[in-house]
């Protein structure tokens, strides 16, 4: 189940960013540099492709690959 989110994630950040090489320890701001409309923009995927609604206040505590997919699976998301 973890790594099909990881590939889902590295996925999504491809699509957004254009940039690969993701781990679980990758922070999106440090090592990607992405944005605060980046980061919405991949949260906006993340709820569509999920059906979940994702609270603004949790959207600052996905800081790196690690914690989406744990978000995830807190969330009871089981299938990409």
Known sequence: MEEQLLEFVKD??????????????????????????????IVCIFEDHFDVDIPNRDVWKLRQVKDVINYMIQRGITQV
């Open 12 to 41: 999504t950040i491809f699509q957004v960013t254009g940039q690969r090489g993701l781990d679980y320890e990758t922070d999106f701001v440090k090592d990607l540099g992405l944005t605060s409309f980046d980061v919405m923009n």
